[in-house]
C-alpha cells in the first residue's frame, strides 16, 4: 500500500513571520537581526510563497508592507488585507482563490497578479484606482463582456487573461484593446497602434456610448467633488448641514409625513411657498447666511494668515538684529584674543579681560533689550488680532441670530397656516365630506381633533429644535 506525506497546511503566526523575515534579511544584519529582532515596521518586503498557507492572516503589525508575495500556497479567500494601507504590490497566483474580495482600502495598490487560480468573474476591485498591473491569466473567465469592468482603470497598462476560456473567442483581443486604450502590453505582447485603430473601428459604436457614459461619469463626479468642496467650506465655517436644513425639518418627521397627505394640494402648495417665495422666505435667508458667513469665515482666515506672518517677520526681523550683535561681538572678541600675546604686563591683559567683561555686558543687555522689544511687539500683533478676530466672530454672530431669528418667524407662519389647512380638512371630514378620498389608515386620525392637534404642535416643535440645533 502507498503512502504519500501530505504537508499540513500552514497559518501565519509569529514564528513564520519571523523565520521569513530572518530569511530575507541581508548577511551582513542576519545575526544581529536573529538576536535582537526586526521592529515589524521596518520591514516594507516579505515572501510568504511556497508555505502551504491556508489562510491569510496576522499581518497588521507590518502596516508598512509594499510588497507582498503569498503566491504558490493553497489559500482559498483573499482577506485580512485592510491594514496594509501602504501595499504596492500583491502577488496571489498558484493558489485555490474563487472570489476577487477583500482588497477595500488598497489605492496604493499598483501590481496584482491572481494568476492561475479558480476566478470566474473580475468584480470588487473598485479601490485599486492606482493598478498598473493585473494578471487574472489561467483562471475561469468565461464571459468577455466582463473585462468591461477593467475600463475604469485609467493606470492599467499591463493585462494578462492568457489562459482563460474567452481568450478563444474571435473577439477577444479586438474587444479589449477597443475598450481599454491605456494598455502597453496585453497577454505578454506589445500593443501597437494598428490593431488598436482596427479594434476600436470594429467597435465605434459601443465606444461612442461609451465615452456618452464617461462623459456623464465625470460630470456627476464633478459636481460631487463641488458639493464635497462646498460642504467643507460650510464645516470650516461651522455652518455644517445648512444646506440640508430645509429637507430635514419636512422628511425627518415621520409623524408629519403622516398629515402631508390628508390635503395633497393645499399642503403640496403651502410647502413649495415656504422655501422658495421670492420675498425673504426661507430659502433666501438661508442663502444670504451661507454667503454672508463664507465671505466672513475667509476674512477670519486672512485675519489668522496675517497673524501668522506677522508674529513671523516681526521674530525674524529681531533675530536678524540678535544675530548682527553676537556676530559684532564675536569679531571683537577675536581681536581682544589675538593681542594677548602681545601683551608685556600682566595689567594690558587685565584691561583686555576687563574690555571683554565690558562687551559681554553690553551683548547681554543689547540681547535682553531685543528679547522685551520682540516681547512688546508680539503683545501689540496679539492685541490687533484679537481685535479684528472678535470683531469678525461678532458679525457672525449677530447676522446668524437675527436670520435663525428670521427662520423662527417664517416656521411659525407655516405652522400657523399648516393647523389651518389641517382643521379646515378635519371639518370637512367630521362633516362626512370628501370622507372617501382619505387613506383608511388615515380616517380614524382624521375624526380625532385633540390628536391632530398633538400631531400638528409636535411637528412645529420638531421643526423649530431642527433650526435652533443648526
Request: proline share 2%; hydrophobic share 40%.
Amino acid at each position: 500500500m502507498s503512502t504519500y506525506n501530505i504537508p499540513e497546511p500552514a497559518v501565519i503566526d509569529e514564528d513564520l513571520l519571523r523565520k521569513s523575515i530572518n530569511e530575507q534579511v541581508s548577511p551582513e544584519v542576519a545575526t544581529i537581526a536573529k538576536a535582537e529582532g526586526i521592529d515589524p515596521l521596518e520591514v516594507v518586503s516579505l515572501r510568504l510563497d511556497y508555505k502551504n498557507i491556508l489562510k491569510i492572516d496576522n499581518l497588521s503589525s507590518l502596516s508598512n508592507l509594499t510588497k507582498l508575495q503569498l503566491d504558490n500556497n493553497i489559500i482559498e479567500r483573499i482577506e485580512n488585507l485592510r491594514f496594509l494601507k501602504n501595499l504596492q504590490w500583491l502577488d496571489l497566483s498558484f493558489n485555490n482563490i474563487t472570489t476577487i474580495e477583500g482588497l477595500e482600502g488598497l489605492t496604493h495598490l499598483t501590481d496584482l497578479t491572481l494568476f492561475n487560480n479558480r476566478i470566474s468573474k473580475i468584480e470588487n476591485m473598485d479601490d485599486l484606482v492606482n493598478l498598473n498591473v493585473f494578471s487574472i491569466g489561467n483562471n475561469n473567465i468565461t464571459v468577455l463582456e466582463n473585462l468591461q469592468y477593467l475600463i475604469k482603470f485609467k493606470n492599467l497598462r499591463v493585462l494578462n487573461v492568457a489562459g482563460n476560456t474567452i481568450c478563444k473567442n474571435a473577439n477577444y483581443r479586438h474587444y479589449v484593446l477597443a475598450h481599454m486604450r491605456s494598455l502597453k502590453y496585453l497577454d505578454y505582447r506589445l500593443v501597437d497602434e494598428e490593431s488598436v485603430a482596427a479594434a476600436r473601428e470594429k467597435y465605434i459604436d459601443d465606444l461612442i456610448a461609451q465615452e456618452e457614459e464617461e462623459k456623464v461619469a465625470i460630470a456627476k463626479e464633478e459636481d460631487e467633488q463641488k458639493l464635497k468642496d462646498m460642504n467643507a467650506l460650510y464645516e470650516a465655517a461651522h455652518i455644517g448641514g445648512i444646506a440640508l436644513l430645509f429637507d430635514s425639518m419636512f422628511y425627518d418627521d415621520p409623524d408629519a409625513q403622516k398629515l402631508y397627505r390628508v390635503s395633497p394640494e393645499q399642503i403640496a402648495e403651502l410647502r413649495e411657498e415656504y422655501p422658495l417665495h421670492p420675498l425673504a422666505k426661507f430659502e433666501v435667508v438661508v442663502t444670504d447666511l451661507k454667503h454672508f458667513v463664507l465671505k466672513q469665515s475667509q476674512e477670519k482666515s486672512d485675519e489668522m494668515a496675517m497673524f501668522r506672518q506677522c508674529l513671523h517677520d516681526t521674530k525674524a526681523e529681531s533675530d536678524e538684529e540678535g544675530v548682527k550683535c553676537i556676530n559684532e561681538y564675536q569679531h571683537m572678541k577675536k581681536q581682544q584674543l589675538r593681542s594677548v600675546p602681545n601683551c608685556r604686563t600682566n595689567k594690558e591683559v587685565d584691561e583686555i579681560i576687563d574690555t571683554l567683561k565690558r562687551d559681554t555686558q553690553k551683548l547681554s543687555d543689547s540681547l535682553v533689550s531685543h528679547e522685551m522689544q520682540l516681547v512688546e511687539q508680539f503683545e501689540d500683533v496679539i492685541k490687533e488680532f484679537e481685535r479684528n478676530y472678535t470683531e469678525v466672530c461678532a458679525k457672525i454672530t449677530e447676522f446668524a441670530s437675527t436670520s435663525f431669528a428670521r427662520l423662527r418667524e417664517l416656521e411659525n407662519e407655516h405652522a400657523e397656516r399648516f393647523s389651518e389647512v389641517i382643521l379646515a380638512a378635519y371639518d370637512r371630514f367630521s362633516k362626512g365630506v370628501d370622507m372617501d378620498e382619505v387613506e383608511d389608515e388615515l380616517r380614524d386620525l382624521m375624526l380625532d381633533k385633540d390628536q391632530l392637534v398633538n400631531i400638528v404642535t409636535a411637528s412645529h416643535d420638531f421643526r423649530i429644535s431642527k433650526i435652533d440645533h443648526q
